[in-house]
Protein backbone atom coordinates (compact mmCIF):
# COMPACT_ATOMS: atom_id res chain seq x y z
CA UNK A 1 0.00 0.00 0.00
CA UNK A 2 1.05 3.35 -1.18
CA UNK A 3 2.35 6.44 1.44
CA UNK A 4 2.79 9.96 1.40
CA UNK A 5 6.26 10.60 3.04
CA UNK A 6 7.05 14.17 4.20
CA UNK A 7 10.08 15.63 5.28
CA UNK A 8 8.49 18.33 7.03
CA UNK A 9 9.82 22.21 7.84
CA UNK A 10 10.41 23.46 4.36
CA UNK A 11 8.04 27.23 4.15
CA UNK A 12 5.51 26.49 1.58
CA UNK A 13 5.84 29.48 -1.44
CA UNK A 14 4.13 29.65 -4.75
CA UNK A 15 0.69 29.61 -6.10
CA UNK A 16 -1.75 26.53 -5.90
CA UNK A 17 -5.16 25.69 -7.35
CA UNK A 18 -7.95 24.74 -5.80
CA UNK A 19 -10.02 22.03 -7.29
CA UNK A 20 -13.98 21.85 -7.66
CA UNK A 21 -15.86 21.29 -4.48
CA UNK A 22 -16.61 17.16 -3.45
CA UNK A 23 -19.35 18.07 -1.37
CA UNK A 24 -20.82 19.86 -4.36
CA UNK A 25 -20.35 17.68 -7.23
CA UNK A 26 -22.02 14.20 -5.11
CA UNK A 27 -25.21 15.81 -4.81
CA UNK A 28 -25.38 17.64 -8.59
CA UNK A 29 -24.11 14.31 -10.00
CA UNK A 30 -26.95 12.60 -8.26
CA UNK A 31 -29.20 15.19 -9.48
CA UNK A 32 -28.47 14.93 -13.04
CA UNK A 33 -30.53 11.76 -13.26
CA UNK A 34 -33.51 14.07 -12.89
CA UNK A 35 -32.49 15.49 -16.40
CA UNK A 36 -34.03 14.62 -19.75
CA UNK A 37 -31.47 14.43 -22.26
CA UNK A 38 -27.81 14.91 -21.26
CA UNK A 39 -25.77 17.08 -18.83
CA UNK A 40 -22.36 18.30 -18.90
CA UNK A 41 -21.02 19.46 -15.76
CA UNK A 42 -17.30 21.29 -15.29
CA UNK A 43 -14.83 21.02 -12.87
CA UNK A 44 -15.33 17.61 -11.08
CA UNK A 45 -12.54 16.63 -8.96
CA UNK A 46 -10.79 13.48 -9.76
CA UNK A 47 -11.75 11.94 -6.77
CA UNK A 48 -12.93 8.33 -5.49
CA UNK A 49 -15.94 9.70 -3.83
CA UNK A 50 -16.70 11.24 -7.55
CA UNK A 51 -16.10 7.68 -8.97
CA UNK A 52 -18.24 6.24 -6.76
CA UNK A 53 -21.12 8.75 -7.90
CA UNK A 54 -20.36 7.75 -11.50
CA UNK A 55 -20.65 4.41 -10.20
CA UNK A 56 -24.24 4.62 -9.52
CA UNK A 57 -25.64 6.62 -12.26
CA UNK A 58 -24.16 3.87 -14.65
CA UNK A 59 -25.67 1.15 -12.20
CA UNK A 60 -29.24 3.45 -12.83
CA UNK A 61 -28.52 2.97 -16.55
CA UNK A 62 -26.98 6.55 -17.48
CA UNK A 63 -24.48 7.07 -19.52
CA UNK A 64 -21.87 9.01 -18.01
CA UNK A 65 -18.02 9.99 -19.66
CA UNK A 66 -15.43 11.67 -18.12
CA UNK A 67 -12.74 14.23 -19.82
CA UNK A 68 -10.31 15.67 -17.30
CA UNK A 69 -12.75 17.38 -14.99
CA UNK A 70 -15.94 17.52 -17.19
CA UNK A 71 -18.37 14.97 -16.50
CA UNK A 72 -21.30 14.38 -18.88
CA UNK A 73 -24.19 12.35 -18.13
CA UNK A 74 -26.79 11.60 -20.51
CA UNK A 75 -29.94 9.88 -18.98
CA UNK A 76 -32.03 8.41 -21.65
CA UNK A 77 -31.28 4.98 -20.95
CA UNK A 78 -32.09 5.21 -17.08
CA UNK A 79 -33.95 1.56 -16.07
CA UNK A 80 -33.43 0.98 -12.82
CA UNK A 81 -34.51 2.74 -9.31
CA UNK A 82 -32.49 0.39 -7.11
CA UNK A 83 -28.90 1.61 -5.64
CA UNK A 84 -27.01 -2.36 -4.20
CA UNK A 85 -25.14 -2.36 -0.55
CA UNK A 86 -22.23 -2.88 -2.63
CA UNK A 87 -22.24 0.63 -4.34
CA UNK A 88 -23.84 2.29 -1.06
CA UNK A 89 -21.52 1.28 1.02
CA UNK A 90 -18.62 2.39 -0.71
CA UNK A 91 -19.76 5.77 -0.05
CA UNK A 92 -22.73 6.61 2.66
CA UNK A 93 -23.83 9.94 1.15
CA UNK A 94 -25.07 8.09 -1.81
CA UNK A 95 -28.45 9.01 0.46
CA UNK A 96 -28.47 11.76 -1.72
CA UNK A 97 -29.33 9.72 -4.67
CA UNK A 98 -33.18 8.28 -2.94
CA UNK A 99 -34.63 11.99 -3.62
CA UNK A 100 -33.32 11.96 -6.97
CA UNK A 101 -34.62 8.31 -7.95
CA UNK A 102 -37.92 8.70 -6.65
CA UNK A 103 -38.69 11.65 -7.93
CA UNK A 104 -37.75 10.26 -12.09
CA UNK A 105 -39.14 6.85 -10.91
CA UNK A 106 -41.67 7.12 -8.37
CA UNK A 107 -39.92 4.65 -6.52
CA UNK A 108 -36.61 3.67 -4.99
CA UNK A 109 -34.68 0.93 -3.29
CA UNK A 110 -31.89 1.74 -1.73
CA UNK A 111 -29.71 -0.32 1.18
CA UNK A 112 -29.31 1.65 4.91
CA UNK A 113 -26.50 4.13 4.47
CA UNK A 114 -23.77 2.46 7.18
CA UNK A 115 -22.24 4.56 9.41
CA UNK A 116 -18.64 5.99 8.56
CA UNK A 117 -15.15 6.94 10.48
CA UNK A 118 -17.40 9.91 12.08
CA UNK A 119 -19.70 7.82 13.74
CA UNK A 120 -23.30 6.96 13.31
CA UNK A 121 -24.43 8.90 10.47
CA UNK A 122 -28.75 9.09 10.72
CA UNK A 123 -30.77 9.82 8.17
CA UNK A 124 -33.86 10.02 9.92
CA UNK A 125 -34.09 13.68 8.90
CA UNK A 126 -33.81 12.41 5.08
CA UNK A 127 -36.59 10.29 5.52
CA UNK A 128 -38.72 12.61 7.45
CA UNK A 129 -38.66 15.08 4.97
CA UNK A 130 -39.54 13.14 2.09
CA UNK A 131 -42.29 11.44 4.12
CA UNK A 132 -43.52 14.87 3.98
CA UNK A 133 -43.31 15.15 0.16
CA UNK A 134 -45.84 12.07 0.02
CA UNK A 135 -42.76 9.12 -0.63
CA UNK A 136 -44.32 5.62 1.48
CA UNK A 137 -40.77 4.64 2.90
CA UNK A 138 -40.30 1.14 4.31
CA UNK A 139 -37.08 1.03 6.45
CA UNK A 140 -37.06 -2.95 7.46
CA UNK A 141 -34.15 -5.22 6.79
CA UNK A 142 -31.40 -2.96 6.33
CA UNK A 143 -33.44 -1.69 3.00
CA UNK A 144 -35.53 1.23 2.25
CA UNK A 145 -38.03 0.61 -0.06
CA UNK A 146 -40.03 3.79 -1.36
CA UNK A 147 -42.59 4.46 -3.75
CA UNK A 148 -45.26 7.40 -4.50
CA UNK A 149 -47.22 6.29 -6.99
CA UNK A 150 -49.25 9.27 -7.73
CA UNK A 151 -45.44 11.40 -7.58
CA UNK A 152 -44.66 13.55 -4.96
CA UNK A 153 -46.86 16.51 -3.73
CA UNK A 154 -44.99 20.22 -2.51
CA UNK A 155 -45.17 20.58 1.29
CA UNK A 156 -43.67 22.50 4.52
CA UNK A 157 -40.74 20.41 5.39
CA UNK A 158 -39.31 21.73 8.70
CA UNK A 159 -35.69 20.39 9.49
CA UNK A 160 -35.11 19.72 12.69
CA UNK A 161 -31.66 20.48 12.20
CA UNK A 162 -30.00 21.98 9.07
CA UNK A 163 -28.61 19.41 7.60
CA UNK A 164 -26.95 19.18 4.52
CA UNK A 165 -27.73 16.57 2.96
CA UNK A 166 -31.33 16.03 4.13
CA UNK A 167 -32.09 19.42 1.96
CA UNK A 168 -30.15 18.47 -0.98
CA UNK A 169 -32.33 15.81 -0.91
CA UNK A 170 -35.49 17.68 0.26
CA UNK A 171 -34.59 20.04 -2.73
CA UNK A 172 -33.89 17.61 -5.41
CA UNK A 173 -37.04 15.48 -4.48
CA UNK A 174 -39.07 19.00 -4.93
CA UNK A 175 -37.69 20.08 -7.79
CA UNK A 176 -40.37 17.88 -9.45
CA UNK A 177 -42.78 17.91 -7.20
CA UNK A 178 -46.49 18.84 -8.09
CA UNK A 179 -46.90 22.42 -6.00
CA UNK A 180 -45.07 24.45 -3.91
CA UNK A 181 -42.48 22.56 -0.98
CA UNK A 182 -40.81 25.18 2.05
CA UNK A 183 -37.80 24.03 3.48
CA UNK A 184 -37.69 25.37 7.08
CA UNK A 185 -34.64 25.54 8.79
CA UNK A 186 -32.53 24.50 5.86
CA UNK A 187 -28.78 23.91 5.33
CA UNK A 188 -27.22 27.57 4.20
CA UNK A 189 -23.63 25.95 3.16
CA UNK A 190 -22.54 26.94 -0.39
CA UNK A 191 -22.78 23.82 -2.14
CA UNK A 192 -26.57 24.02 -1.06
CA UNK A 193 -26.47 27.02 -3.18
CA UNK A 194 -24.45 25.58 -5.89
CA UNK A 195 -27.11 22.72 -6.15
CA UNK A 196 -29.80 25.46 -6.87
CA UNK A 197 -28.10 27.25 -9.06
CA UNK A 198 -28.03 24.12 -10.93
CA UNK A 199 -31.50 23.06 -11.04
CA UNK A 200 -32.50 26.16 -11.86
CA UNK A 201 -30.12 25.79 -14.79
CA UNK A 202 -32.21 22.52 -15.48
CA UNK A 203 -35.74 24.31 -15.48
CA UNK A 204 -35.93 24.17 -11.32
CA UNK A 205 -37.86 27.08 -9.57
CA UNK A 206 -36.29 27.19 -6.24
CA UNK A 207 -35.63 30.37 -4.38
CA UNK A 208 -34.10 31.38 -1.07
CA UNK A 209 -30.57 28.85 -1.33
CA UNK A 210 -28.45 29.90 1.31
CA UNK A 211 -31.25 30.86 3.91
CA UNK A 212 -32.81 29.31 6.32
CA UNK A 213 -35.86 29.11 4.32
CA UNK A 214 -35.67 27.42 0.46
CA UNK A 215 -38.65 27.74 -1.26
CA UNK A 216 -39.75 25.16 -4.22
CA UNK A 217 -42.14 25.02 -6.71
CA UNK A 218 -42.29 22.18 -8.61
CA UNK A 219 -41.93 21.42 -12.44
CA UNK A 220 -43.41 18.86 -14.92
CA UNK A 221 -39.66 17.93 -16.18
CA UNK A 222 -36.07 19.04 -15.51
CA UNK A 223 -34.08 19.15 -18.81
CA UNK A 224 -30.19 18.25 -19.19
CA UNK A 225 -27.67 21.93 -18.90
CA UNK A 226 -24.33 22.65 -18.29
CA UNK A 227 -22.56 23.55 -15.07
CA UNK A 228 -19.48 24.63 -13.31
CA UNK A 229 -18.92 23.36 -9.64
CA UNK A 230 -18.18 25.81 -7.44
CA UNK A 231 -14.63 25.54 -5.46
CA UNK A 232 -13.52 23.44 -2.83
CA UNK A 233 -13.68 25.38 -0.26
CA UNK A 234 -12.00 23.25 2.45
CA UNK A 235 -9.42 22.25 0.28
CA UNK A 236 -8.43 25.68 0.37
CA UNK A 237 -8.70 25.77 4.40
CA UNK A 238 -6.30 23.21 3.88
CA UNK A 239 -3.80 25.08 1.75
CA UNK A 240 -4.06 28.09 4.24
CA UNK A 241 -3.36 25.31 7.41
CA UNK A 242 -0.08 24.33 5.59
CA UNK A 243 1.04 27.65 4.77
CA UNK A 244 0.31 28.49 8.21
CA UNK A 245 2.45 25.69 9.71
CA UNK A 246 5.13 26.33 7.63
CA UNK A 247 5.30 29.78 7.95
CA UNK A 248 4.67 30.03 4.20
CA UNK A 249 3.79 32.41 1.48
CA UNK A 250 0.75 30.85 -0.55
CA UNK A 251 -1.39 32.37 -3.23
CA UNK A 252 -4.23 29.92 -3.25
CA UNK A 253 -6.34 30.26 -6.88
CA UNK A 254 -9.65 29.55 -7.86
CA UNK A 255 -11.53 29.87 -4.42
CA UNK A 256 -14.50 31.53 -3.51
CA UNK A 257 -13.00 33.98 -0.79
CA UNK A 258 -16.64 34.55 1.00
CA UNK A 259 -17.13 31.31 1.60
CA UNK A 260 -14.19 30.95 3.62
CA UNK A 261 -15.52 33.52 5.50
CA UNK A 262 -15.79 31.54 8.99
CA UNK A 263 -12.37 30.76 8.63
CA UNK A 264 -10.42 33.86 7.29
CA UNK A 265 -10.38 35.16 10.90
CA UNK A 266 -9.41 32.22 12.35
CA UNK A 267 -5.87 32.35 10.64
CA UNK A 268 -5.82 36.14 10.86
CA UNK A 269 -6.31 36.13 14.58
CA UNK A 270 -3.28 33.48 15.11
CA UNK A 271 -1.27 36.06 12.84
CA UNK A 272 -1.88 35.14 9.44
CA UNK A 273 -1.87 38.27 7.03
CA UNK A 274 -4.79 37.02 4.65
CA UNK A 275 -5.81 38.91 1.20
CA UNK A 276 -8.28 38.42 -0.52
CA UNK A 277 -8.71 39.27 -4.54
CA UNK A 278 -11.77 37.91 -6.35
CA UNK A 279 -10.70 34.68 -6.91
CA UNK A 280 -7.63 34.48 -4.88
CA UNK A 281 -6.61 34.66 -1.24
CA UNK A 282 -3.00 34.72 -0.39
CA UNK A 283 -1.78 33.81 3.18
CA UNK A 284 1.66 34.63 4.71
CA UNK A 285 2.51 33.33 7.76
CA UNK A 286 4.16 33.92 10.81
CA UNK A 287 7.45 32.01 12.28
CA UNK A 288 5.46 30.61 14.93
CA UNK A 289 1.30 30.50 15.22
CA UNK A 290 0.11 32.42 18.10
CA UNK A 291 -3.21 30.73 19.93
CA UNK A 292 -5.98 29.91 17.90
CA UNK A 293 -8.49 30.69 21.17
CA UNK A 294 -11.60 28.86 20.62
CA UNK A 295 -12.97 27.49 17.76
CA UNK A 296 -16.66 26.04 17.64
CA UNK A 297 -18.23 24.22 15.13
CA UNK A 298 -21.31 25.01 13.82
CA UNK A 299 -23.30 24.93 10.42
CA UNK A 300 -22.50 27.35 7.76
CA UNK A 301 -21.89 30.32 8.23
CA UNK A 302 -20.39 28.90 11.44
CA UNK A 303 -17.13 27.38 11.17
CA UNK A 304 -17.15 24.17 9.36
CA UNK A 305 -16.33 20.57 11.24
CA UNK A 306 -14.56 19.92 8.26
CA UNK A 307 -11.96 22.20 8.64
CA UNK A 308 -11.70 21.52 11.95
CA UNK A 309 -8.86 18.50 12.23
CA UNK A 310 -7.18 20.41 9.67
CA UNK A 311 -6.78 23.37 12.00
CA UNK A 312 -6.22 21.55 15.55
CA UNK A 313 -3.07 20.34 13.39
CA UNK A 314 -2.05 24.05 12.75
CA UNK A 315 -2.66 24.34 16.35
CA UNK A 316 -0.59 21.84 17.31
CA UNK A 317 2.88 23.57 16.99
CA UNK A 318 1.22 27.39 17.79
CA UNK A 319 2.00 28.95 20.71
CA UNK A 320 -0.16 28.89 24.06
CA UNK A 321 -3.49 27.17 24.13
CA UNK A 322 -6.36 26.47 21.51
CA UNK A 323 -9.75 25.11 22.24
CA UNK A 324 -11.96 23.35 19.90
CA UNK A 325 -15.95 22.12 20.44
CA UNK A 326 -16.70 20.01 17.88
CA UNK A 327 -21.23 20.56 17.57
CA UNK A 328 -21.99 18.40 14.45
CA UNK A 329 -20.29 14.75 14.75
CA UNK A 330 -20.39 12.75 17.51
CA UNK A 331 -16.73 11.15 16.81
CA UNK A 332 -14.55 13.65 14.81
CA UNK A 333 -11.61 14.08 17.27
CA UNK A 334 -10.27 10.38 16.16
CA UNK A 335 -7.10 12.30 14.21
CA UNK A 336 -6.20 13.60 17.97
CA UNK A 337 -4.64 9.96 18.49
CA UNK A 338 -2.52 10.11 15.26
CA UNK A 339 -1.18 13.43 16.20
CA UNK A 340 -0.23 12.49 19.72
CA UNK A 341 1.89 9.96 18.27
CA UNK A 342 3.80 13.42 16.67
CA UNK A 343 4.40 15.16 19.86
CA UNK A 344 1.34 17.26 20.27
CA UNK A 345 -0.27 18.03 23.26
CA UNK A 346 -4.60 17.40 23.09
CA UNK A 347 -6.88 16.46 25.57
CA UNK A 348 -10.45 15.51 24.73
CA UNK A 349 -13.53 15.36 27.16
CA UNK A 350 -16.49 14.80 24.89
CA UNK A 351 -17.23 17.34 22.48
CA UNK A 352 -14.00 19.25 23.91
CA UNK A 353 -10.59 19.54 22.92
CA UNK A 354 -7.86 21.30 24.12
CA UNK A 355 -4.65 21.76 22.97
CA UNK A 356 -1.34 23.32 24.20
CA UNK A 357 0.82 23.80 21.35
CA UNK A 358 4.34 23.03 21.47
CA UNK A 359 7.52 23.75 20.07
CA UNK A 360 7.53 21.10 17.26
CA UNK A 361 5.95 18.06 15.65
CA UNK A 362 8.08 14.82 15.27
CA UNK A 363 7.82 12.63 11.97
CA UNK A 364 6.84 9.26 12.63
CA UNK A 365 4.58 6.35 10.82
CA UNK A 366 0.83 7.92 11.02
CA UNK A 367 -2.25 6.46 9.47
CA UNK A 368 -5.15 8.48 8.43
CA UNK A 369 -8.47 7.73 10.43
CA UNK A 370 -11.10 9.71 8.00
CA UNK A 371 -10.75 12.18 5.22
CA UNK A 372 -10.33 15.33 7.37
CA UNK A 373 -8.41 13.32 9.95
CA UNK A 374 -5.98 12.65 6.65
CA UNK A 375 -5.30 15.98 6.11
CA UNK A 376 -4.60 16.62 9.00
CA UNK A 377 -1.71 14.42 9.39
CA UNK A 378 -0.36 15.60 5.83
CA UNK A 379 -0.60 19.47 7.90
CA UNK A 380 1.28 17.94 11.13
CA UNK A 381 3.89 16.43 8.57
CA UNK A 382 4.36 19.57 6.71
CA UNK A 383 5.94 20.87 10.02
CA UNK A 384 7.05 18.03 11.77
CA UNK A 385 11.26 17.70 12.18
CA UNK A 386 12.20 14.65 10.16
CA UNK A 387 9.90 12.20 7.95
CA UNK A 388 6.30 11.50 8.83
CA UNK A 389 4.47 8.52 6.28
CA UNK A 390 1.39 8.65 6.10
CA UNK A 391 -1.21 5.47 5.26
CA UNK A 392 -4.73 5.28 4.45
CA UNK A 393 -4.32 6.88 1.81
CA UNK A 394 -7.78 5.73 0.40
CA UNK A 395 -9.46 7.94 3.12
CA UNK A 396 -7.57 10.80 1.92
CA UNK A 397 -8.27 9.82 -1.91
CA UNK A 398 -11.70 10.51 -1.17
CA UNK A 399 -11.54 14.57 -0.75
CA UNK A 400 -8.03 15.51 -2.13
CA UNK A 401 -6.84 14.77 -5.80
CA UNK A 402 -3.09 14.73 -6.52
CA UNK A 403 -2.19 16.08 -3.41
CA UNK A 404 1.86 15.03 -3.09
CA UNK A 405 1.83 16.65 -6.62
CA UNK A 406 0.25 19.75 -5.79
CA UNK A 407 2.15 20.57 -2.43
CA UNK A 408 5.24 19.38 -4.68
CA UNK A 409 4.43 22.45 -6.49
CA UNK A 410 4.65 24.70 -3.60
CA UNK A 411 7.96 24.09 -2.50
CA UNK A 412 6.62 20.72 0.21
CA UNK A 413 9.49 17.84 0.20
CA UNK A 414 6.30 14.82 0.00
CA UNK A 415 6.50 11.85 -2.35
CA UNK A 416 3.88 8.82 -3.10
CA UNK A 417 5.22 5.60 -3.30
CA UNK A 418 5.19 2.28 -1.28
CA UNK A 419 6.77 2.13 1.86
CA UNK A 420 10.70 0.78 0.73
CA UNK A 421 10.78 -2.92 1.20
C1 LIG B 1 -22.24 16.93 4.64
O1 LIG B 1 -22.51 15.69 5.27
C2 LIG B 1 -20.82 16.81 4.10
N1 LIG B 1 -20.75 15.69 3.16
C3 LIG B 1 -19.85 16.56 5.25
O2 LIG B 1 -18.52 16.57 4.71
C4 LIG B 1 -19.96 17.72 6.24
O3 LIG B 1 -19.13 17.46 7.35
C5 LIG B 1 -21.43 17.85 6.71
O4 LIG B 1 -22.29 18.02 5.58
C6 LIG B 1 -21.62 19.05 7.64
O5 LIG B 1 -21.24 20.20 6.98
C7 LIG B 1 -21.20 15.88 1.90
O6 LIG B 1 -21.70 16.92 1.56
C8 LIG B 1 -21.06 14.70 0.98
P1 LIG B 1 -25.38 16.72 7.84
P2 LIG B 1 -24.02 15.35 5.76
O7 LIG B 1 -26.56 15.98 7.36
O8 LIG B 1 -24.99 15.89 4.78
C9 LIG B 1 -26.90 14.73 11.85
C10 LIG B 1 -16.34 15.76 4.33
O9 LIG B 1 -15.37 15.58 5.07
N2 LIG B 1 -28.01 14.20 11.04
O10 LIG B 1 -25.37 18.21 7.79
O11 LIG B 1 -24.09 13.92 6.10
C11 LIG B 1 -25.58 14.05 11.53
O12 LIG B 1 -25.47 12.85 12.27
C12 LIG B 1 -17.73 15.36 4.79
O13 LIG B 1 -16.28 16.29 3.19
C13 LIG B 1 -29.06 13.56 11.67
O14 LIG B 1 -29.10 13.45 12.89
O15 LIG B 1 -24.08 16.21 7.09
C14 LIG B 1 -24.57 15.07 11.95
O16 LIG B 1 -24.36 14.98 13.34
C15 LIG B 1 -17.73 14.74 6.17
N3 LIG B 1 -30.07 13.04 10.91
C16 LIG B 1 -25.26 16.40 11.63
O17 LIG B 1 -26.66 16.09 11.50
C17 LIG B 1 -30.06 13.13 9.55
O18 LIG B 1 -31.01 12.66 8.90
C18 LIG B 1 -24.77 17.04 10.35
O19 LIG B 1 -25.05 16.19 9.32
C19 LIG B 1 -28.96 13.78 8.92
C20 LIG B 1 -27.96 14.30 9.69
Known amino acids: MEKLFINGSVPLKGEITVNGAKNSSLPILACALLCEGTTCIHNCPELSDVDATVKILTHLGCRVSREGSDITVCTDGCCRCDVPDSLMSEMRSSIVFLGAILARCRSARL?????????????????????????????????LDCKCDRGLCGNTVTLSFPSVGATENT???????????????????????????????AGAQIYGSGESTII????????????????????????????????????IRDVVPRHLQPVIPVFEQAGCDIKCLQNIITVKSPARLGP???IRTLPYPGFPTDAQAIVMAASTVAQGTSIFIENIFDSRYKHTHELRRMGAEIKTEGRMAVVQGVDHLTGTGVTATDLRGGAALVV??????????????????????????????????????????
Open 171 to 201: MIAAAAASGRTVIQNAAREPEICDLADFLNK
Open 380 to 421: AGLCAHGQTAIGGLNLLDRGYAHLARRLRGVGADIERRAPDA
Open 292 to 294: FKC
Open 111 to 143: SFPGGCELGPRPIDLHLAALRRLGAQIDETGGT
Open 216 to 251: IDGVPKLHGCEHTVIPDRIEAATFMAASAVTGGDLI
